[in-house]
């Protein structure tokens, strides 16, 4: 479930976090689930 909690951060806050994760390196989920995985 998500919770939106309004007026956390500012436009600018959430732009920079948008920005790093989008450049981020991110591993398969599978590789982290444990027994979920298979």
Known sequence: ???T???V???EQVA???DRL???AWADG???AGYQSG
């Open 1 to 3: 479930m998500l919770l």
């Open 5 to 7: 909690i309004p007026q």
């Open 9 to 11: 951060l500012t436009p």
């Open 16 to 18: 920079h976090c948008r």
């Open 22 to 24: 989008a450049t981020a």
């Open 30 to 32: 599978r590789a982290t």
